[in-house]
């Protein structure tokens, strides 16, 4: 084995490559995002050494299918080298595929064979991400990696024709793009970061047929959870043994936990506790083994420094998880009782919704949304319980100007009758005596709430969508009058 992931003679690309980004996690960003940047303080253990081919930026599918092949072939030989007898044997067995496919979601070990597929259009994207990790972190773009990451799994969701990449996404000229790739010391972080991320999904997927899940197919949600624990812990063993630092693939994590189809919809990433335990689990491995940076800081950065700084971010991730959980809890207490201060408060905010569509939504407007083709922005109110609202001005004046507010998908067809009924209890009560109301049915099971004060008046309705497979949908749009 030549190289090696980690290398001994990589202190100098070390030091020019160590960023100052601690500053960063105690600047209020939340939780998840103190750990990506902290993830990018570590990138600096690996070396560039291992993969030897540079990627091309512009090449064909074909042409990265061949580089990510020989670079899983090298990892594999990296990570896999500690491996008892038994696994070994099992390892080898393994096919390692990429299939040619600009799918950004094939990562995944195939049940009832030795197959484990990493396609090139989610290894792509896993560059360009990481791409966008180093735009936020070198240039002073605080949260840049976060919304691209959303425009990423939006774009690929709405099946777009083509998706930016990161630096057209922060608005660079091919001048600054070219800079940027010329950058001798951005692309050894990239390829550091890179390198961790590949060889993270690559045990971890392995795990999965090593420890026989894809022997033994199951529905049960909690089994499941607690497999790919297991593949998580297995792979972060793997990894430390063969020197590979666990942090760097919190930002695979981040990503795999966007392409969650309930955490699209649901940004409020606070519902979604395990995925912050997968991140400080690997935080914390790392820290398990942070004292092997000795001698490989820079900018007066000691170990101790380092530790601290994982410290904290797994302290704020707890409380972020304890936070979770009491969420969780007072939520399910609250839709079996129904307190009145609860309803006072909903009513409140109806009413201000419906006082700010009076001014096409300008007073509760907040930051554009990256998403919207500057037509929306982020509502600074939202609606109880909704994932987000979404206030939208079309530049086509006819199409007019609304607050959509989402809630949580759900495949269960009870779960979304009761909360569409509730909110339309919620909304009847709250409007005002002059408005008019009808519910007209939209298929033989579902129903859509539409209420409005008069003529060419405001606008409130509750629209339930049915995904097929994909789950119902569950929205309150507030709309304003008619100019
Ligand atoms: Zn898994």
Request: proline fraction near 3%; charged fraction near 25%; glycine fraction near 8%.
């Amino acid at each position: 084995m030549k190289g090696g992931i980690t290398t001994s003679n990589s202190t100098e690309r070390r030091r020019s490559t160590l960023r100052s980004v601690v500053d960063l996690a105690c600047s209020g960003f939340t939780p998840l995002l103190v750990a990506l940047t902290v993830l990018t303080m570590l990138i600096l253990t690996l070396a560039t050494t291992s993969l030897a081919q540079p990627f091309d930026r512009s090449g064909t599918l074909e042409e990265m299918q061949r580089v990510y092949a020989s670079n899983i072939a090298k990892t594999r030989q990296i990570i896999f080298a500690g491996l008892d007898p038994r696994e070994a044997a099992l390892e080898r067995r393994l096919d390692y595929r990429v299939p040619l496919s600009d799918d950004i979601q094939i990562a995944r070990a195939l049940p009832f064979t030795n197959d484990i597929e990493l396609g090139v259009g989610f290894l792509r994207a896993l560059e360009m991400l990481i791409d966008a990790g180093i735009i936020q972190e070198s240039f002073n773009r605080p949260g840049f990696m976060n919304r691209y990451i959303d425009y990423v799994v939006l774009q690929w969701r709405r099946r777009a024709t083509s998706i930016k990449s990161p630096y057209e996404f922060a608005g660079w000229n091919e001048s600054q793009i070219d800079r940027f790739t010329a950058n001798k010391s951005l692309q050894e972080q990239h390829m550091n970061l890179f390198s961790q991320n590949l060889a993270l999904v690559m045990a971890h997927e392995a795990a999965h047929h090593i420890l026989g899940h894809t022997k033994d197919i199951t529905e049960d949600k909690a089994v499941r959870r607690v497999r790919e624990e297991q593949a998580d812990a297995w792979a972060v063993t793997h990894l430390l043994k063969a020197n590979i630092w666990p942090a760097g693939g919190t930002l695979l994590l981040h990503y795999f936990y966007k392409l969650d189809e309930d955490a699209i919809l649901h940004e409020d990433r606070r519902e979604h506790p395990a995925d912050l335990r997968r991140i400080r689990a690997l935080l914390q491995a790392t820290l398990g083994s942070v004292d092997d940076f000795r001698g490989s800081t820079t900018g007066g950065r000691t170990v101790n420094d380092l530790k601290r700084d994982l410290q904290k971010t797994i302290a704020s991730l707890d409380v972020d998880i304890a936070d979770d959980e009491r969420r969780r809890q007072q939520q399910g207490a609250s839709t079996t009782t129904q307190g009145g201060t609860d309803n006072d408060s909903v009513k409140r905010i109806i009413d201000a919704f419906l006082a700010a569509s009076q001014d096409g939504f300008r007073s509760i407007r907040g930051s554009r949304d990256p998403h919207g083709d500057g037509e929306a922005w982020q509502s600074k109110l939202v609606y109880p319980g909704a994932t987000e609202c979404i206030i939208w001005i079309y530049r086509d004046r006819s199409l007019g100007r609304n607050c959509k507010c989402e809630f949580v998908r759900t495949t269960q067809k009870g779960d979304i009758d009761q909360r569409y009924a509730q909110l339309v209890a919620e909304i009847q009560s709250a409007l005002p005596g002059n408005w008019t109301s009808r519910e007209r049915p939209l298929d033989s099971r579902l129903l859509r709430f539409e209420a409005r004060e008069g003529r060419g008046g405001s606008a409130v309705s509750v629209r339930v969508t049915n995904r097929g497979s994909r789950g119902y949908g569950l929205a309150v749009v507030f709309e304003a009058p008619e100019r």
